[in-house]
């Protein structure tokens, strides 16, 4: 006989299991929903930097690296022809002005000033000599012009006598008489006159010959004094203070007139001279201010010139150095330059973010107020320093940005901050 089993009908519980399940699910969603608050990312706080918008007066610089250099040369050169008999300074000793660099030898020069000064003293002693005989000649003549003078006078003497004893009628005094000594007074007259009129002339002639005289002493003097100066131009010296930057002479070598004896830098005017990015240096004008930092002083200087050449990727910048130099500098001292290529007055910065780029507009992600989430919202930024970079908006004074590199979780709009 066939006994059957009854089947029993499964309870609800185990017929409808998934609903508690869902619901727990559900509970565990809205949980996780309220705990991560719309999050889709979880970042560690312990890999993040962060920064806070602030707002002042904001510039941006261009840094380079570069030297101290001479602001100028002095290039010096043999002024005569010669052969070097002595090197007296070498590359890098320190100079003043007219301090003997080289001694040349040039025997000629030597012949010549000796040959000028031997015709300088003869012409001078002969210009003497005959400067006394003419004004013995002159003195002769005044001297025989007094002769006559006095012979003029004395038969003046005569005459008013001789018509004093006439007008009396005393008969003491012939007809004849009377007549030579007119003569006589006309005759002496005539040839003191005459004495007179050679005496100017002599005068002028003394004169004259005395003004050829100084013409040729002083034609004389001149060759004298060039000579002079052509040997001591064989000694070569120093127009200005400085360092000796190049010496390359060599005893017994010939030089000719123009040619190079040194180069001297003068060491107490200097520049700057930068090393500037290719791309930086387009922001790079004259007349922006400069700060060259000798790692033991700053000084203020301004850009002075920007060189056109580019080498090695870097454009030379010459800097004036406005603050007197301290005592570390020198040539060729390394120093760090910031040229300050923009100013702001009164306006948003921040620390720049990592891989963004400047006058342009970015995802940044912003830190809510308690600090638990970040919003990656768009953000406008402006001109940008090594440091820092200008906002123009999507952010306000005081928000908190994430600075350090969120490329791994860039796709996320909001991000958890664990």
Do not use: C
């Amino acid at each position: 006989m066939d006994i059957q089993i009854e089947q029993k009908s499964p309870t609800a519980l185990k017929k409808y299991w998934y609903v508690p399940v869902g619901v727990i699910a559900l509970v565990m969603v809205w949980w996780l929903k309220s705990l991560f608050g719309g999050a889709s990312y979880v970042v560690d706080t312990k890999t993040l930097r962060t920064a806070s918008v602030k707002k002042d007066d904001f510039s941006v610089s261009v840094r380079s690296n570069g030297e101290l250099r001479p602001k100028q040369y002095q290039w010096i050169s043999a002024e005569v022809n010669g052969q070097v008999a002595q090197v007296l300074i070498n590359a890098g000793d320190s100079v003043e002005v007219g301090q003997p660099l080289i001694e040349l030898r040039n025997p000629q020069l030597l012949t010549q000033m000796e040959k000028a000064e031997w015709e300088f003293k003869q012409i001078e002693s002969e210009s003497f000599a005959n400067q006394k005989i003419r004004e013995s000649q002159l003195l002769q003549l005044q001297s025989e012009s007094l002769t006559t003078e006095l012979a003029y006078k004395g038969n003046m003497l005569k005459l008013k006598a001789e018509k004093h004893l006439i007008s009396k009628g005393q008969g003491q005094v012939s007809e004849i008489d009377h007549q030579r000594t007119i003569f006589s007074v006309e005759e002496q007259k005539k040839i003191w006159d005459f004495y007179k009129k050679r005496i100017g002339k002599k005068q002028e002639s003394i004169a004259a010959q005395k003004q050829a005289d100084d013409a040729r002493i002083g034609k004389l003097q001149n060759e004298l004094t060039h000579a002079k100066r052509q040997v001591e131009l064989l000694i070569v010296r120093s127009l200005s203070q400085g360092i000796v930057q190049e010496m390359s002479l060599e005893m017994g070598q010939k030089l000719n007139i123009g040619t190079t004896v040194a180069r001297i830098a003068d060491d107490s005017q200097l520049i700057a001279e930068l090393k500037v990015q290719e791309l930086q240096v387009q922001r790079v004008q004259l007349g922006q201010a400069v700060i060259v930092d000798t790692r033991k002083n700053k000084l203020r200087g301004k850009v002075m010139r920007i060189h056109p050449s580019v080498i090695n990727g870097m454009v030379q910048v010459d800097v004036d150095l406005i603050d007197p130099l301290p005592p570390e500098a020198r040539i060729a001292l390394s120093v760090e330059g910031s040229i300050t290529t923009y100013a702001f007055g009164d306006t948003l910065f921040v620390q720049r973010p990592a891989y963004v780029q400047p006058n342009a507009t970015v995802g940044i992600f912003r830190v809510n107020v308690d600090g638990t989430h970040a919003e990656r919202i768009p953000v406008k930024l402006g001109e940008s320093s090594v440091k820092f970079v200008q906002v123009l908006g999507g952010l306000k004074e005081g928000d908190m940005i994430i600075v350090s590199d969120t490329s791994s979780y860039s796709e996320h709009q909001t991000i958890l901050l664990n």
